[in-house]
T-cell receptor
Framework: DQQVKQNSPSLSVQEGRISILNCDYTNSMFDYFLWYKKYPAEGPTFLISISSIKDKNEDGRFTVFLNKSAKHLSLHIVPSQPGDSAVYFCAASGLYNFNKFYFGSGTKLNVKP | DAGVTQSPTHLIKTRGQHVTLRCSPISGHKSVSWYQQVLGQGPQFIFQYYEKEERGRGNFPDRFSARQFPNYSSELNVNALLLGDSALYLC?????????????FGDGTRLSIL
């Protein structure tokens, strides 16, 4: 039962442009969402989070948008840099399940110089 | 400060054997979670522990078990290994395991079953 979905397995963007990574979820009880970045041979690194009481959260070049009615979130990276090339995972959890996170299958971002 | 550390980094076992994976959380973190990641998929939740108590369990068979020690480190045990258990096993820690806390991951243990 895939409760969190990332429908784009890969994305290619030119350096300096915007990268937009998308994520959809099905469980309306989810109220906390995160994005992780993963390089090969390393564990996922926490990037940014958003609570369901907000619709936007920014941290430097990274902004996460949450549309609760559409059960959709997105990660914007502006400007994109070659070092951003990695696999990005979105994850979600709900108040009822403590720290148990459901992950999407990931989007591989390639930022071309 | 040290992040989440996992050992070993790689492990090769044969079907039917048993394996123990170890995890040390970030200093001050009291909650540890275990995830399994197979190729091409996102991490899948196995267990969460807080203060040595199991708080949550994912959809994994009883061959999988875990425990947390008084120093908050944790072990994941898998018995009667199957080929399908080949995966990257990730450990994550958080302060107290609340639903609105980010988890911080180690680099994982790559388990290969022959």
């Amino acid at each position: 039962d895939q409760q969190v979905k990332q429908n784009s397995p890969s994305l290619s963007v030119q350096e300096g442009r915007i990268s937009i990574l998308n994520c959809d979820y099905t469980n309306s009880m989810f109220d906390y969402f995160l994005w992780y970045k993963k390089y090969p041979a390393e564990g996922p690194t926490f990037l940014i989070s958003i609570s369901s009481i907000k619709d936007k959260n920014e941290d430097g070049r990274f902004t996460v948008f949450l549309n609760k009615s559409a059960k959709h979130l997105s990660l914007h990276i502006v400007p994109s840099q070659p070092g951003d090339s990695a696999v990005y995972f979105c994850a979600a959890s709900g108040l009822y399940n403590f720290n148990k996170f459901y992950f999407g299958s990931g989007t591989k971002l390639n930022v071309k110089p | 400060d040290a992040g989440v550390t996992q050992s070993p980094t790689h492990l090769i076992k044969t079907r039917g054997q048993h394996v123990t994976l170890r995890c040390s959380p970030i200093s001050g973190h009291k909650s540890v979670s275990w995830y399994q990641q197979v190729l091409g998929q996102g991490p899948q939740f196995i267990f969460q522990y807080y203060e040595k108590e199991e708080r949550g369990r994912g959809n994994f068979p009883d061959r999988f078990s875990a425990r947390q020690f008084p120093n908050y480190s944790s072990e994941l045990n898998v018995n009667a290994l199957l080929l399908g258990d080949s995966a990257l096993y990730l450990c994550a820690s958080s302060l107290w395991g609340g639903s609105n806390q980010p988890q911080h991951f180690g680099d994982g243990t790559r388990l290969s079953i022959l």
